[in-house]
């Protein structure tokens, strides 16, 4: 959805309601406009790793709480969140996680989350402000804003 920033921000930036198709996960992400936001990223220090022969790309987040990614997969990259709290679940590649791709994290997490046994449960963690997590290759992932929350994602493949 591309709408103005302040109208985001005024409008849109609200606790996600489970109902909600995962599709319809409204947070401010992803091909950010570097003419807009140069200033920002000329002030951002990414963290010191890269993988050789590779370009690292930025992308600046803001999202409301409650909202996040349902599972999916891409590239090596890392998260930092710069405000508010952002929770993490993981599986290694091998591992297909038990989810519906329409179904927000949400709700996975109320419905599904509570009926794994132990050793089906995903490698999770919650990064607060300065806090950095590194995701794998072709590891399956999903997020939830706890909080209304800034963050930078730095995709390095």
């Known amino acids: 959805v591309d709408v103005p920033f302040q109208e985001y921000v005024e409008h849109l930036l609200k606790p996600q309601d489970p109902a909600r198709l995962g599709s319809d996960t409204l947070y401010f992400f992803g091909d950010n406009n570097f003419t807009e936001w140069g200033p920002l990223f000329q002030r951002y220090v990414p963290p010191p790793f890269r993988i050789p022969g590779t370009s690292p790309a930025y992308s600046f987040g803001i999202a409301g709480s409650g909202s996040g990614v349902p599972f999916h997969w891409h590239g090596p990259g890392f998260s930092e969140v710069i405000f508010g709290r952002k929770r993490w679940f993981?599986?290694?590649?091998?591992?297909?996680?038990?989810?519906?791709?329409?179904?927000?994290?949400?709700?996975?997490?109320?419905?599904?989350?509570?009926?794994?046994?132990?050793?089906?449960?995903?490698?999770?963690?919650?990064?607060?402000?300065?806090?950095?997590?590194?995701?794998?290759?072709?590891?399956?992932?999903?997020?939830?804003?706890?909080?209304?929350?800034?963050f930078i994602s730095t995709f390095l493949g």
């Open 90 to 150: 993981l599986y290694p590649p091998d591992k297909t996680p038990h989810f519906h791709p329409n179904e927000t994290t949400l709700a996975w997490l109320q419905h599904t989350y509570p009926t794994l046994p132990l050793a089906q449960r995903p490698l999770e963690c919650t990064l607060r402000p300065g806090e950095v997590l590194y995701f794998p290759d072709h590891w399956w992932h999903a997020t939830l804003n706890l909080d209304t929350s800034v």
